[in-house]
């Protein structure tokens, strides 16, 4: 018997199937080039401007900030999500406890908009 | 063998295979990436053993937001030739190789003189829901609690990056 897990594995492998084929598929019915590529034709664009400078440079702190919210909405929604599995059984109690737990991250949120690390300078 | 112990092969080893990725790749970037699958591993084992909200939590905090702080500071403090950005060192990998084998020889020790006490009961059909209910009804101070300690990550995250008082 599949177990609702196995369901989530198929899905797993189809996704990884889905985009092999199509690769695949593109590699067996392309052209192939009769000579070897040469510089030109490796270049990771084909038009536009080639970029100035090293590709791998230091970023801004602003991802970083970034990041560090969504870090903290991101283990919110671990929270949110057992109470939206029993929503309809766990009735207005749970859902004013759930709306003071929003409130107190919605502080957060408005903390960060306040100090500007939302902005982008 | 069955399907579930193939299954667990297969998880098992891309798991470890990307974690010694994470050690061996020479771009730090690619350790990165190695380390994101090897949370995601890690995630299908603990589905496999049918620790759904586990496995949730290791795709949301590991897979998502660990993984993504890593590559951030990554790319902040990202100052060298990137090929170059993990190299093994050249006496210490040694030393190192020889901890992790002490640690794993010392675990699997540990692990093979336990005595594993089987439960008779039978496993939660639903355990996410009973979660939701403990969560949301006997433990709910902790619950709020949970989300103040969130505020103030968030709060001190952000005077941290920015430095307090500093208004640019």
Known sequence: ?121 | MNLSDLVFIVTALITVTAAVGVVGFKNIVHSALSLVLSFLGVAALYFQLQAGFLGLVQILVYAGAVSVLIIFAIMLVMDKDPDESNRSHAKQKYWGGLIALLVTLGLGAAIGSTIWPQSSGSLPEDSVGALATLLLGDYVVAFEVAALLLLVAVVGAIILAKGAGEHD
């Open chain 1, 1 to 121: 018997m599949l177990s609702d897990y196995s369901t989530i594995g198929i899905f797993l492998m189809l996704t990884l199937a889905f985009p092999l084929a199509a690769m695949g598929m593109a590699w067996a019915v392309r052209p192939k080039p009769k000579c070897k590529p040469d510089d030109e034709k490796l270049l990771p664009y084909e038009c536009g401007v080639d970029t100035i400078g090293r590709t791998w440079s230091r970023f801004k702190v602003n991802y970083f900030l970034y990041a560090l919210v969504f870090l903290a909405f991101d283990v919110e929604t671990i929270f949110l999500f057992p109470w939206a599995v029993k929503f309809s059984q766990l009735g207005l109690f749970a859902f004013v406890e759930m709306l003071l737990f929003i409130g107190i991250l919605l502080i957060g949120l408005w903390y960060a908009w306040k100090e500007g690390a939302l902005e982008w300078h």
